[in-house]
């Protein structure tokens, strides 16, 4: 009898601490260094160097800078900060499911608008927020992303939004940077930047 309360009492104080326990950083990208092979995908010129992660068009595909990590999860807490260079008009926070199941979500902070985008189905497109804004020319922009069931809420630009769907709590397999760095005349008319980028998780 005593053995069994001993047991009973270890799987509560194991259940209570794994309740209470906080997420740990399951992401945290320097890009002090170059890209590891977690980033397993992508168009036009990536380069990581002294904490920046630096982006333009490039190649015969005409389609702005986009890159894949691989990263699985359902929950999330995602925080980074973006700059746009010369004519580059917005930068994106893309999430996708398997090769399968392609996009799920797709978070685009432009210049003029901001927009949060479902993908219920491959090649189905919803707008859960489109909002006017008006985003500085110069200096760094920072975005905090929280995926918790089906609610997304973003505080970026002075502004918070938040809006719900059942697509925001479907496992997730990438995340990824992207946007229009301006045309693909390359890095002479624009680039993208980006850095601090800093995730924690549930499976």
Not at 45 to 52: F, H, L, R, S
Not at 61 to 74: C, D, L
Not at 126 to 145: F, S
Request: proline fraction near 5%; aromatic fraction near 8%.
């Amino acid at each position: 009898m005593k053995r069994t309360l001993t047991l009973i009492t270890a799987l509560l104080l194991s259940l209570v601490s794994a309740i209470g326990a906080e997420p740990s950083v399951v992401v945290e990208e320097t890009f002090e260094q170059p890209l590891s092979a977690d980033w397993h995908w992508g168009l036009g010129t990536w380069t990581a160097k002294d904490g920046v992660l630096r982006a333009f068009e490039s190649g015969e595909r005409r389609h702005g800078p986009v890159k894949q990590r691989r990263f699985a999860f359902t929950e999330a807490d995602v925080r980074f900060e973006f700059r746009l260079e010369g004519k580059a008009s917005f930068a994106s926070f893309p999430i996708d499911g398997t090769r399968e199941r392609s996009h799920i979500l797709n978070f685009v902070m432009g210049r003029e608008v901001f927009r949060i985008i479902a993908h219920p189905k491959k090649g189905e497109n919803v707008e859960l927020v489109r909002e006017k804004i008006t985003l500085a020319d110069r200096g760094w922009h920072p975005v905090h992303i929280v995926l918790k069931g089906e609610t997304v809420t973003v505080e970026f630009s002075g502004r918070t939004w938040t809006t719900k769907h059942p697509v925001v709590a479907e496992p997730k397999a990438n995340i990824g940077f992207g946007g229009e760095s301006g045309g693909p005349e390359g890095e002479k008319v624009g680039a993208l930047e980006f850095r601090h980028l800093k995730i924690t998780a549930t499976p």
